[in-house]
C-alpha cells in the first residue's frame, strides 16, 4: 500500500507522527524543491534517513567521514566476500571500528539528514508500507530506531539556531541603514552566504513561530509578505514600505515565502503578497503564475500584487494572467537598485508602489480622499478575528472527520443564515447536515441525508467541484434552481459553494445562502481560512486512517 500526498498539505512532523503512532513499518520517499530523499521506519521508528547527493551506503559513509582508510574498507569488502558475512561484521574484524562506533555513525547520519528534510516544506511524499529496503542501504539502518519525538524536538531547536544565525548574517550584510532597521527582518541570505541553502525553508518554519511574539501595529489592515529574487529590490521595498504595514516580510526563497503566508494563515490572518514576476524570479521555482495560482489555492481572497519593471510590465500582464493579480506593482530595474546611494533618484517609482499597495496598509496611512480600488481586500477588523481562531483551535483539535466538519459548520453558520455541507462520490452529491436550513422550509440533518443528486446539471456544484474554488452566483441552470427546491421554498438570489479536498481530491461541498433574509454574501475571507484548514486537517484524518491496523472497522466518513 502506498500513500501519497503534498508536503503543504501534511508536513513532515505530521507524517511522522502518524506513522510512529500506528507503529507502522515502511519507507517515506520525500520530493521538494530542496531535494529527494527516503526515510526508513521501523515499528514507527526512524532506522534511516538518506538524501539523494549524500552517502547511500556503509562504506560511502565510513570513507566521507574519515571513521576508516580505503585500505581497511577494501579490505573488509573482500573478507565479507570470502567468508559469507555482512561488510559490517568484516570491517568490525578488520578495522579498529567496533559495533558500537557503527550503530552511533548510522544513527547520526540518520539524524542528519532527517534534520535537513524537516525544512522542506513545499514537495511531495509517498510512504510505502511494508517496503523493502535496497541491500546496500540496508547496512546503513540502525539497531535502535530513532524516535520521532527526538528528531521534531531537534528540528526545532535547529530552526531556532538557523534563524538566530541567519538574522546575524543579514544585518551583517546588510549595514545599518534606516532601510533595514525594522524588527523580525526576513530576507533569505543571499547566494553564497554563511546560511545553508537546506537551512533558507528551515528559517522560514522557525520565523513562523518567532513571530508569533512580534508587536503588531495597531489597527494595521495586514503584513506584507514580499518575494524577489533580487536582494537590492528586496532592500529597497522594505525602506520604501516601512512602517506602513503591522510586518513586512522579505524573502528570496519560494518555500519560504509561502512558508510565512500558511503561518499567518493558521492565526487566522490574511496577508498581503508582493509578487515579483520578473523572469529571473522564477529561475530557480515555480513561475508567477503558478505560484499565484498556488498562493490562491491557500486562501482565494488573498490580495496577491504582481510586482514587475516597466519594461516587462506588458509581457507580465499577458503571461502572469490578470485573473491572479489584483494589481500590478513597479520598481526601478535590478542595476538601478543596486547601489544604495542611488535611492533617493527613485523617489517617484517609490511613491507609485505606495500608491498600488494603499488599499492594503495601514489605515494610518490612506487617503481619505482616495476610495478603495475596486475589488480590493477589506481590512478584517481584530474582534472578528476571534471566532476565527476560536474555530481554528476546534479543527486542529478534531480528533474526528465530524468534529472538523462540525466545527466548519458552525463557523459557516456565523457568515450565512443556511448552511448545508454535501459529500461527493462518484459525480454525485449527497447531504451530510445543515445549519439553519429550517428558516426558509428546508429539511432538518435527517431529511438532508435523504437528498442524492448528480453534479453535473447543477451549476453551483460543477463549477466548485471542477474549479477547485469557491464561487458565489446566482441560480444559473435548472440543475441550480432544483436543488435550491430541495433546501427550502425560496430561491436565493445568489448562493456560496465552496469545495472541500482531502486525499487530493474534492470530497465535499459546502452550501451556503441568506434566506430567508436575503442580502450580499458580505467579505467570506475568516471563512475561506478555515476551509483551507479543514483540509489539512481531513488530510491528516485520511492519512492516519490509511495507516491503521487493517483489522479495525474503517471509519465512516
Same mark, same amino acid.
Given at each position: 500500500?502506498?500513500?501519497?500526498?503534498?508536503?503543504?498539505?501534511?508536513?513532515?512532523a505530521?507524517?511522522?507522527q502518524?506513522?510512529?503512532?500506528?507503529? =507502522?513499518?515502511?519507507v517515506?520517499?520525500?520530493? &521538494?524543491?530542496?531535494g529527494?530523499?527516503?526515510?526508513?521506519?521501523?515499528?514507527?521508528?526512524?532506522?534511516?534517513?538518506?538524501i =539523494?547527493?549524500?552517502?547511500?551506503?556503509? %562504506?560511502?559513509?565510513? !570513507?566521507?567521514?574519515?571513521?576508516?582508510?580505503?585500505?581497511?574498507?577494501?579490505a573488509?569488502?573482500?573478507?565479507?566476500? =570470502?567468508?559469507?558475512?555482512?561488510f559490517?561484521?568484516?570491517?568490525?574484524?578488520? &578495522?579498529? /571500528?567496533?559495533p558500537?562506533?557503527?550503530?552511533?555513525?548510522?544513527?547520526e547520519?540518520?539524524?542528519?539528514c532527517?534534520?535537513r528534510?524537516?525544512?522542506w516544506?513545499?514537495?511531495?511524499?509517498?510512504?510505502?508500507v511494508?517496503?523493502?529496503v535496497?541491500?546496500?542501504?540496508g547496512?546503513?539502518?540502525?539497531?535502535?530506531?530513532?524516535?520521532?519525538?527526538?528528531?521534531?524536538?531537534?528540528?526545532?531547536?535547529s530552526?531556532?539556531?538557523?534563524? !538566530?544565525?541567519a538574522?546575524?548574517?543579514?544585518?551583517?550584510?546588510l549595514g545599518?541603514?534606516?532601510?533595514?532597521?525594522?524588527?523580525?527582518?526576513?530576507?533569505d541570505?543571499?547566494?553564497?552566504?554563511?546560511a545553508a #541553502?537546506?537551512?533558507?525553508?528551515?528559517?522560514?518554519?522557525?520565523?513562523?513561530?518567532?513571530?508569533?511574539?512580534d508587536?503588531?501595529? #495597531?489597527?494595521?489592515?495586514?503584513?506584507?509578505?514580499?518575494?524577489d529574487?533580487?536582494?537590492?529590490?528586496?532592500?529597497?521595498i522594505k525602506?520604501?514600505?516601512?512602517?506602513r +504595514?503591522?510586518r513586512?516580510h522579505i524573502?528570496?526563497?519560494?518555500?519560504?515565502?509561502?512558508?510565512?503566508?500558511?503561518?499567518?494563515l493558521?492565526?487566522?490572518?490574511?496577508?498581503?503578497?508582493?509578487?515579483?514576476?520578473?523572469?529571473?524570479?522564477?529561475?530557480?521555482?515555480?513561475?508567477?503564475?503558478?505560484?499565484?495560482?498556488?498562493?490562491r489555492?491557500?486562501?482565494a481572497?488573498?490580495p496577491i500584487?504582481?510586482?514587475?519593471?516597466a519594461?516587462?510590465l506588458?509581457?507580465v500582464?499577458?503571461?502572469?494572467?490578470?485573473?491572479?493579480?489584483?494589481?500590478?506593482?513597479l520598481?526601478p530595474?535590478?542595476?538601478?537598485l543596486?547601489n544604495r546611494?542611488?535611492?533617493p =533618484?527613485?523617489?517617484?517609482a517609490?511613491? %507609485?508602489? +505606495?500608491?498600488?499597495?494603499l488599499p492594503?496598509s495601514?489605515?494610518a496611512?490612506?487617503?481619505?480622499q482616495?476610495a478603495?480600488?475596486?475589488?480590493?481586500? #477589506?481590512?478584517?477588523?481584530? !474582534?472578528?478575528?476571534q471566532p476565527?481562531r476560536?474555530?481554528?483551535r476546534?479543527v486542529?483539535?478534531?480528533?474526528?472527520?465530524?468534529?472538523?466538519l462540525a466545527?466548519l /459548520?458552525?463557523?459557516a453558520?456565523?457568515h450565512?443564515?443556511?448552511?448545508?455541507?454535501?459529500?461527493l462520490?462518484?459525480?454525485?452529491?449527497?447531504?451530510?447536515?445543515?445549519?439553519?436550513?429550517?428558516?426558509?422550509g428546508?429539511?432538518?440533518?435527517?431529511r438532508?441525508?435523504?437528498?442524492?443528486l448528480e453534479?453535473?446539471p447543477? !451549476?453551483?456544484?460543477?463549477?466548485?467541484?471542477?474549479? %477547485?474554488?469557491?464561487t458565489?452566483a446566482p #441560480?444559473?441552470n435548472?440543475?441550480? %434552481?432544483?436543488?435550491?427546491?430541495?433546501?427550502?421554498?425560496?430561491?436565493p438570489?445568489q448562493a456560496?459553494?465552496?469545495?472541500?479536498?482531502?486525499?487530493?481530491?474534492?470530497?465535499?461541498?459546502?452550501?451556503?445562502?441568506?434566506?430567508?433574509?436575503?442580502?450580499?454574501?458580505?467579505d467570506?475571507?475568516?471563512?475561506?481560512?478555515?476551509?483551507?484548514?479543514?483540509?489539512v486537517?481531513?488530510?491528516?484524518?485520511v492519512?492516519?486512517?490509511?495507516?491503521?491496523?487493517?483489522?479495525?472497522p474503517?471509519?465512516?466518513?
Open positions: 500500500m502506498s500513500l501519497v500526498g503534498s508536503l503543504e498539505d501534511l508536513g513532515l505530521d507524517i511522522l502518524i506513522v510512529s503512532l500506528s507503529r =507502522k513499518s515502511g517515506l520517499r520525500l520530493r &521538494s524543491d530542496g529527494e530523499g527516503r526515510i526508513v521506519l521501523r515499528d514507527g521508528l526512524v532506522c534511516a534517513a538518506l =539523494k547527493g549524500a552517502p547511500e551506503d556503509l %562504506r560511502t559513509l565510513l !570513507a566521507a567521514g574519515g571513521e576508516a582508510s580505503e585500505s581497511e574498507l577494501d573488509a569488502e573482500d573478507f565479507a566476500a =570470502k567468508s559469507g558475512i555482512s559490517a561484521e568484516a570491517l568490525c574484524a578488520r &578495522s579498529s /571500528l567496533d558500537a562506533r557503527l550503530e552511533s555513525v548510522r544513527r547520519h540518520a539524524e542528519s532527517a534534520l528534510m524537516f525544512g516544506l513545499y514537495g511531495e511524499f509517498s510512504f510505502e511494508g517496503a523493502e535496497d541491500p546496500r542501504e547496512a546503513l539502518l540502525a539497531a535502535q530506531g530513532l524516535s520521532v519525538q527526538y528528531l521534531a524536538m531537534e528540528a526545532t531547536r530552526e531556532g539556531d538557523a534563524l !538566530a544565525a538574522a546575524a548574517q543579514s544585518e551583517g550584510e545599518d541603514g534606516p532601510w533595514f532597521s525594522g524588527e523580525g527582518e526576513d530576507a541570505a543571499a547566494p553564497g552566504s554563511a #541553502p537546506d537551512a533558507s525553508a528551515a528559517r522560514a518554519t522557525a520565523a513562523g513561530r518567532a513571530a508569533a511574539a508587536p503588531e501595529v #495597531p489597527g494595521a489592515a495586514a503584513p506584507l509578505v514580499v518575494l529574487s533580487e536582494l537590492p529590490a528586496l532592500e529597497w525602506h520604501t514600505l516601512s512602517g +504595514f503591522s513586512i524573502f528570496q526563497s519560494s518555500d519560504a515565502a509561502i512558508a510565512r503566508v500558511r503561518y499567518y493558521g492565526r487566522g490572518e490574511l496577508p498581503v503578497v508582493l509578487l515579483s514576476a520578473l523572469p529571473e524570479a522564477a529561475a530557480s521555482a515555480a513561475g508567477p503564475a503558478q505560484l499565484g495560482q498556488r498562493l489555492s491557500l486562501a481572497r488573498m500584487v504582481m510586482l514587475c519593471d519594461a516587462s506588458a509581457l500582464q499577458r503571461s502572469a494572467g490578470a485573473e491572479l493579480a489584483d494589481a500590478f506593482a520598481r530595474a535590478t542595476p538601478q543596486a546611494a542611488s535611492w =533618484k527613485h523617489a517617484e517609490a511613491a %507609485r508602489l +505606495f500608491e498600488t499597495l492594503w495601514h489605515p496611512q490612506r487617503s481619505p482616495r478603495a480600488r475596486p475589488g480590493a481586500m #477589506p481590512a478584517t477588523a481584530p !474582534a472578528a478575528l476565527l476560536i474555530a481554528s476546534r486542529r483539535d478534531a480528533e474526528s472527520v465530524g468534529e472538523v466545527a /459548520l458552525d463557523f453558520a456565523l450565512f443564515s443556511r448552511v448545508a455541507l454535501f459529500a462520490r462518484e459525480g454525485r452529491a449527497r447531504g451530510v447536515a445543515g445549519r439553519g436550513l429550517e428558516r426558509c428546508g429539511p432538518d440533518d435527517a438532508l441525508r435523504e437528498v442524492d453534479i453535473g447543477c !451549476a453551483w456544484f460543477q463549477r466548485a467541484a471542477q474549479v %477547485r474554488h469557491p458565489i #441560480p444559473l435548472d440543475g441550480d %434552481r432544483s436543488l435550491a427546491r430541495r433546501l427550502g421554498t425560496e430561491l438570489d456560496y459553494a465552496a469545495p472541500i479536498e482531502s486525499g487530493g481530491e474534492v470530497t465535499a461541498i459546502l452550501y451556503g445562502d441568506r434566506l430567508p433574509e436575503g442580502g450580499p454574501l458580505g467570506l475571507t475568516a471563512l475561506e481560512i478555515l476551509i483551507h484548514q479543514a483540509c486537517a481531513l488530510e491528516r484524518a492519512f492516519s486512517r490509511a495507516l491503521a491496523p487493517s483489522s479495525s474503517p471509519a465512516r466518513r
